[in-house]
């Protein structure tokens, strides 16, 4: 989607894109795990979802359960693992561990909030056995803007560094005391770049989007919009557009701290692959948190985030702010499952990116380059 003008620069020729067959190759799908997605930081949840000690919550990145934790001494992230002989420990969604202890289904072999094992009911001694050589294993976790991030590897390096790019930006909307107003969960047939690529350029916002293209006027050039003299005429935005909205009005007072060159700012969108979208508004946050299930699918979760002062919003007031991007992400994830679907002609070796297609482009190298760096 449309970054900032003075950074948005037109590809000069066609440029090749990924191989079809990284879209959908299960063995290729177990390189891309291992260099993005067990590799890197992942958002895989809220703050405010794990709120006091003993609250949890499991988290899955394909294959792998993630344990997510509230302990006296903050967030923990584990493997869904006991020490034992490997049954998960929780078999449900989200809860409270009761008298602030962990344990197993099968076994009962029972650890603290921090992962130390503290009790085995029932094992015959031994000498050779000390408690202290089966903590849970811990899997790297960390917290930015009320985003709960997790390293699978743990070689990733600080979370600082991923989201340095992001803080100067964002400071002000004061993401980490933002709430969820609204989620939506979505499983999408399609490969987890096509919706990087997708989220990446408006080429196909005219066809696809006429809701968001009534707002965001500068969308009705595909993508073009900055680009040259041909292409920057007219307003970005509808005239006395406030946010994203379908009519563009605004119910609520724009975030607390906004410059006013901010406040006036109607629409920043934000990457940060290869799971987070965010689209920033004067007064709320429409962000997306996507995971790996398969090759070909991925699960969605949408949340609109709000101001604690203006929740809980009033039926109406709510389903003034989801409808537009409720709209706008249905349709991008049919666009996505469509594709996928045709990525398998055996005649398709790759695609193309046109000139305004730069971002995709763009992600497409960043793609590149990761596995390059993973190579063994």
Same mark, same amino acid.
């Given at each position: 989607?449309?970054?900032?003008?003075?950074t948005?620069?037109?590809l000069?020729?066609?440029?090749?894109g990924?191989?079809a067959?990284w879209?959908h190759?299960p063995a290729?799908y177990?390189?891309?795990?291992?260099?993005?997605w067990?590799g890197?930081?992942?958002?895989?949840?809220?703050?405010?979802e794990l709120?006091g000690?003993?609250?949890?919550r499991l988290?899955r990145l394909?294959?792998?359960?993630?344990?997510?934790?509230?302990?006296?001494?903050?967030?923990k992230?584990?493997?869904?693992?006991c020490?034992?002989?490997?049954?998960v420990?929780c078999t449900?969604e989200?809860?409270?561990f009761?008298?602030a202890r962990i344990?197993?289904?099968?076994?009962?072999?029972?650890? *603290? &909030?921090?992962?130390r094992?503290? +009790?085995?009911?029932r #094992?015959? $001694?031994?000498p050779?056995f000390?408690?202290?050589?089966?903590?849970l294993?811990?899997?790297?976790?960390?917290t930015?803007?009320?985003?709960?991030?997790?390293?699978?590897?743990?070689?990733?390096? *600080? &979370?600082?560094s991923a989201?340095? +790019?992001l803080d100067g #930006?964002f $400071?002000r909307y004061s993401?980490?005391?933002l709430?969820?107003?609204?989620?939506?969960?979505a499983d999408?047939?399609?490969?987890?770049k096509?919706?990087?690529e997708n989220?990446?350029?408006c080429f196909?916002?005219?066809?696809?989007?006429?809701?968001?293209?009534?707002?965001v006027?500068?969308?009705?050039?595909a993508?073009?919009?900055?680009?040259d003299?041909?292409h920057?005429?007219?307003p970005?935005f509808?005239?006395g557009?406030?946010t994203?909205?379908?009519d563009?009005?605004?119910?609520?007072?724009?975030?607390?701290?906004?410059?006013e060159?901010?406040?006036?700012?109607?629409?920043?969108?934000?990457?940060?692959?290869?799971n987070l979208?965010?689209?920033?508004?004067?007064d709320?946050v429409?962000?997306?948190?996507?995971?790996p299930?398969?090759p070909?699918?991925?699960r969605?979760?949408?949340?609109?985030?709000?101001?604690?002062?203006?929740?809980?919003?009033?039926?109406e007031?709510l389903?003034?702010?989801v409808?537009?991007?409720d709209?706008t992400n249905r349709?991008?994830?049919?666009?996505?499952?469509?594709?996928?679907?045709g990525?398998?002609?055996r005649?398709?070796?790759?695609g193309?990116?046109?000139?305004?297609?730069?971002?995709a482009?763009r992600?497409?190298q960043?793609v590149?380059?990761g596995?390059?760096?993973?190579?063994?």
């Amino acid at each position: 989607m449309i970054a900032a003008v003075s950074t948005r620069k037109a590809l000069a020729k066609l440029e090749p894109g990924l191989p079809a067959s990284w879209y959908h190759d299960p063995a290729h799908y177990r390189r891309e795990l291992e260099a993005f997605w067990y590799g890197r930081w992942i958002a895989v949840a809220r703050e405010e979802e794990l709120p006091g000690p003993g609250d949890w919550r499991l988290v899955r990145l394909h294959d792998q359960s993630i344990l997510l934790v509230r302990s006296p001494e903050g967030l923990k992230a584990f493997h869904n693992t006991c020490r034992h002989r490997g049954s998960v420990l929780c078999t449900g969604e989200s809860g409270t561990f009761p008298r602030a202890r962990i344990t197993c289904p099968y076994h009962a072999w029972t650890y *603290d &909030l921090e992962g130390r094992l503290v +009790a085995t009911p029932r #094992r015959m $001694e031994t000498p050779d056995f000390r408690r202290k050589d089966f903590p849970l294993h811990a899997v790297a976790a960390g917290t930015w803007g009320g985003f709960v991030f997790v390293n699978v590897d743990g070689n990733a390096g *600080d &979370l600082s560094s991923a989201v340095s +790019a992001l803080d100067g #930006r964002f $400071e002000r909307y004061s993401f980490d005391k933002l709430r969820i107003g609204k989620r939506i969960v979505a499983d999408v047939k399609a490969n987890w770049k096509l919706l990087c690529e997708n989220f990446s350029e408006c080429f196909h916002c005219p066809p696809v989007h006429p809701e968001l293209c009534r707002v965001v006027s500068a969308y009705r050039e595909a993508g073009a919009w900055g680009l040259d003299e041909a292409h920057t005429v007219g307003p970005q935005f509808a005239p006395g557009a406030q946010t994203l909205t379908m009519d563009g009005t605004s119910r609520l007072s724009p975030f607390e701290n906004l410059s006013e060159e901010e406040r006036r700012t109607v629409y920043i969108p934000e990457m940060l692959p290869p799971n987070l979208f965010l689209n920033v508004h004067p007064d709320y946050v429409n962000a997306h948190m996507m995971f790996p299930t398969g090759p070909e699918s991925v699960r969605i979760v949408y949340d609109w985030l709000f101001e604690p002062r203006s929740l809980p919003l009033a039926g109406e007031d709510l389903a003034h702010y989801v409808a537009l991007w409720d709209i706008t992400n249905r349709q991008d994830a049919g666009n996505c499952e469509w594709q996928q679907e045709g990525l398998h002609a055996r005649a398709f070796g790759h695609g193309v990116y046109v000139p305004q297609e730069f971002d995709a482009h763009r992600f497409a190298q960043w793609v590149r380059e990761g596995l390059d760096r993973a190579q063994p």
